[in-house]
């Protein structure tokens, strides 16, 4: 298959590159900044005024300005999304996979509302990155009309990769060094989802090898097993036969950290709810048992 790909120079594009050529893919890069035709590079407005003898059977969309959009950024990101649709139309290319977040639903909270969650479930982002995501799915439905192509929407929760640049990398280093890491009774309760990256791998390689998005739906992917922070901690460990040095504080301190406001958001993150219902994904794709 023909794929044309943006954002493949981030933590999961790139993993994501290596694994479609190594499937023997044919992949071309869309870039933001980056040009280098020998290397199937393209920048955005090379691909919407050329002609190009490459026809993409699928487009998948990952590029974003970054995780931590300012509200003034918001139209950024919708304008590099538009970037990408209107390469389609010189690509030849009527299917579009696009990877929003688990964001356009709100944050992580200590109340059991966010709870299996599913795609049904109310959208309201309070991150600026939530609010731009949801405003690109709106976006893609309406030109996939206009336009007459096919698309996925796919909600990730954080992806489990380990780079020192993601969050989640940066807690796996703390493992790894054997550094103490104070936390809270909570963590060990609280309920989260999360992606494993050969699980993306998979539904990307299902919905590829269908050769045509069949219908156009929003579809949760996550892992099925809801994992808490402390939980996370000692995965990693496993993982590296090394037991996390986890330093349990007193819950008195949980409690007047909480009521303070910008300290509340803080643990929020670290310590809330946010547990995905995949339940339409395992209906739509072939899971491998290692995910159920």
């Known amino acids: ?110 109340n059991s509302n966010l709870i299996d969650v599913d795609e049904n479930f109310p959208k309201t982002p309070e991150c600026s990155y939530g609010q731009a995501k949801e405003l690109c799915e709106q976006e893609l439905i309406r030109l996939s009309h206009e336009k007459n192509f096919n698309y996925l929407i796919f909600r990730l929760p954080p992806v489990l990769i380990n780079h020192p640049k993601s969050n989640v990398g940066k807690l796996f280093h703390l493992v790894e060094r054997g550094i103490p890491i104070p936390s809270f009774r ?60 986890i330093i349990y504080l007193p819950n008195i301190l949980f409690k007047v950290m909480i009521r303070i406001n910008r300290l509340q958001l803080i643990l929020s993150k670290l310590y809330g709810n946010f547990y995905l219902s995949n339940a339409k994904l395992k209906k739509k794709f072939n899971i491998p048992e290692q995910f159920l």
């Open 186 to 245: 909570i963590g060990d309760f609280n309920q989260r989802s999360f992606l494993n990256f050969e699980l993306l791998a998979h539904v990307v390689r299902e919905v590829i090898n269908e050769g045509i998005i069949s219908s156009s739906k929003i579809l949760n992917i996550a892992d099925s097993e809801a994992i808490s922070t402390n939980d996370l901690l000692r995965r990693f460990g496993k993982s590296i036969n090394k037991k996390p040095r």
């Open 1 to 110: 298959m023909n794929i044309a790909l943006t954002g493949s120079s981030g933590l999961i594009g790139s993993k994501l590159l290596k694994y479609l050529r190594d499937l023997n893919h044919e992949v071309l890069c869309i870039s933001s900044s980056h040009s280098s035709h020998k290397d199937n590079i393209f920048l955005y407005e090379e691909l919407q005024s050329k002609d190009m003898s490459f026809n993409a059977d699928f487009m998948i969309h990952l590029a974003s300005i970054n995780s931590n959009l300012e509200e003034s950024e918001i139209p950024l990101e919708i304008e590099l999304f538009n970037k990408a649709i209107d390469c389609m139309e010189n690509l030849n290319c009527k299917n579009v996979i696009f990877f929003s977040t688990i964001k356009v639903y709100g944050e992580n909270s200590f």
